[in-house]
C-alpha cells in the first residue's frame, strides 16, 4: 500500500483542533478541582460552624485543628488556622447556596461500601467516592460561584469585613 501525503494544511488544521482539544480539557479539569476544594472547604467551615456555635466548642478548636490537619496533610497547603477562619466565613456567607450534608453522608456511604466491596458489586471499584458524588449530585447550586477560585473569595470576604 502506498503512504497517502498529508497536506501542511491539513496538518496544521488537525493540530490546532487537537491544541484546542487539550486546552479545553485543562480548562474543564481546573474548574471540577476548583470546585471540589471549594465543596471541601465550604464543608470544614461548615463542621466548624457546628462545633463551635452548636456544639459549644470553644474558638481554640480552629486553632487545634489547623495544626492536626497540617500535620496529618504536610504536602498540602490551605489548612492554616487563619484560612480554616475564612472556611468558616465562607460557609456561613453561603450557608443556604450549597448542598450540605446530604451528598457527604453519601459520599462516607459510598466510601464505607468501597471498603468491603461485595462479589456482585455494580460500582466500579476503581472510581473515586467523590467522582461518583459528582455524578449523581450537583455539589454546588449555584454554577458560577463553583468557578471563582479560592483566592478571590477570600478577597470578596476581606472586602465583606472590611466594609461591614
Not at 26 to 47: C, D, E, K, P
Not at 62 to 76: E, G, S, V, Y
Not at 86 to 114: C, H, V, W
Amino acid at each position: 500500500m502506498k503512504k497517502q501525503s498529508i497536506s501542511k494544511q491539513d496538518y496544521k488544521t488537525w493540530l490546532f483542533n487537537l491544541k484546542q482539544s487539550i486546552g479545553n480539557a485543562r480548562l474543564h479539569t481546573s474548574f471540577q478541582v476548583n470546585a471540589n476544594m471549594l465543596f471541601v472547604y465550604w464543608f470544614i467551615g461548615n463542621q466548624i460552624i457546628q462545633k463551635v456555635e452548636k456544639e459549644k466548642w470553644g474558638s481554640g478548636v480552629i486553632k487545634q485543628l489547623a495544626h492536626d490537619l497540617q500535620k496529618a496533610f504536610p504536602d498540602t497547603k490551605g489548612f492554616s488556622e487563619r484560612n480554616l477562619k475564612y472556611m468558616r466565613q465562607f460557609a456561613g456567607i453561603y450557608s443556604d447556596l450549597l448542598i450540605g450534608q446530604e451528598p457527604l453522608a453519601q459520599l462516607e456511604n459510598r466510601t464505607k461500601k468501597r471498603i468491603q466491596p461485595s462479589s456482585n458489586s455494580t460500582s466500579p471499584i476503581g472510581q473515586e467516592p467523590l467522582a461518583q458524588l459528582q455524578n449523581s449530585e450537583k455539589l454546588f447550586t449555584q454554577k458560577p460561584l463553583s468557578q471563582i477560585s479560592w483566592s478571590h473569595h477570600v478577597a470578596l470576604m476581606d472586602k465583606i469585613k472590611n466594609n461591614a
